[in-house]
């Protein structure tokens, strides 16, 4: 069975995989099952169905948030904070 842990791993990929993401966003289906994930049905719906300018979006915010916490964080193990 899938769990929420499953999807982020996709999203994860997404946000990693510039190709990855290109492909679920054109066929969530294949691309989920060529990458190894299993995902249920009630998910894949989900990917088939989301909005893309959304989902990307929301890619390039997590990934601004993720580069400004690691920023942070060398900022104060380098001690320039």
Known sequence: MATHEDLRAVAGKALAD???RQKLLDDPEAAVK???FTLDPAQLKSLKEMDKKKFEAG???LDQR???ACWGKAQHICGWD
Do not use: K, R
């Open 34 to 36: 060529e990458a190894g």
């Open 66 to 68: 993720l580069t400004m």
């Open 18 to 20: 510039p190709e990855f």
């Open 59 to 61: 890619l390039v915010d």
